[in-house]
């Protein structure tokens, strides 16, 4: 299946996103493009070949990532090195602006249901965080990590996608200096087997890189093909936007003799596109103003 343009993504959420010839996809020689992520970033980034792929100009990439680098970790804990023109933490400099860089591409990956469960906010604190520790006002391009095309895939990647998908939607279309990245699916069979996590094979990492350069560059998509029991046609790029997840909050009232009534407790679900659901208590101050 051919990947759809970012313009069509524009207009799938009514004119939120930059187009992809202007500040999206610069080409400039003075271009830098840094990528922060995590160890499956670093997979079709650095293991995949990425900056050697058709199109792409090696001196216009730069990459950060480190295994266990969610985005919760990214946006709330302190061990994470956010210096990254330090020497000893950036991979393959920019030639031009490496210290300077034009365009974030964020390779936005969860690692865990808490988190993913309360996402819209997790993923803003995450941006905010980006900005001010780089400094960088330009434009940051999200991209949702790899999903899979195979219905039966178990691993964490197969199965937070779709809803790192919508969480990373419904945050591009609350900030118009954010950009919509591809959401790639993969099949089962790319990723590396008995990994629960959802690493890549050797396969799947030249795969992935492939379709990501496909993306930026505009070039035709790699296919590959799905095997195995519940593989699906293959569909190796599905840059599609799907609603935004819907959350509703449910009060639950204490009651006590009339006039005064108090609230206990407070519960707030988010539910995504593919139907799951997450419930979370929350602070009583949550709940006020919501009978």
């Not at 830098?32 to 216009?60: A, L």
């Not at 266990?68 to 946006?75: E, N, Q």
């Not at 365009?103 to 936005?108: H, K, N, Q, R, W």
């Amino acid at each position: 299946m051919r990947h759809l343009t970012l313009a069509a993504l524009l207009i799938a959420l009514g004119g939120f996103f930059l187009l992809a010839s202007g500040m999206a996809r610069p080409s400039s020689a003075a271009s830098c493009t840094v990528v922060i992520g995590y160890s499956n970033t670093n997979q079709w980034f650095r293991d995949g070949g990425f900056e050697s792929k058709p199109g792409i100009v090696n001196g216009e990439w730069e990459n950060i990532a480190e295994g266990g680098s969610d985005i919760a970790r990214l946006a709330y804990q302190d061990d994470w090195v956010w210096d990254i023109w330090a020497g000893d933490t950036i991979s393959s400099r920019c030639t031009v602006n490496d210290r300077a860089p034009t365009t974030i591409l964020f390779d936005v990956g969860f690692r865990e249901d808490g988190s993913l469960g309360n996402g819209f906010a997790v993923l803003t604190d995450g941006v905010a965080r980006a900005r001010q520790e780089l400094g960088f006002s330009g434009p940051i391009i999200l991209k949702p990590m790899v999903g899979s095309s195979d219905v039966n895939c178990t691993n964490w990647s197969s199965r937070a996608a779709p809803r790192v998908r919508d969480v990373v939607a419904a945050v591009v279309a609350s900030d118009p200096s954010l950009i919509m990245g591809p959401y790639l699916t993969i099949p089962c069979s790319q990723f590396r087997s008995g990994d629960s996590k959802g690493h890549f094979s050797d396969t799947g990492k030249v795969l992935v890189a492939q379709m990501v350069a496909a993306w930026w560059t505009g070039v035709s998509v790699p296919t590959a093909t799905s095997t195995g029991p519940g593989a699906t046609p293959a569909n190796t790029q599905v840059a599609t936007n799907t609603p935004s997840p819907t959350v509703t909050r449910t009060a639950t009232p204490t009651a006590t003799p009339p006039p005064a009534k108090s609230i206990s407790a407070c519960t707030v679900r988010t539910t995504y596109s593919d139907g799951t659901t997450y419930t979370r208590s929350v602070a009583v101050s949550v709940c006020q103003g919501l009978e």
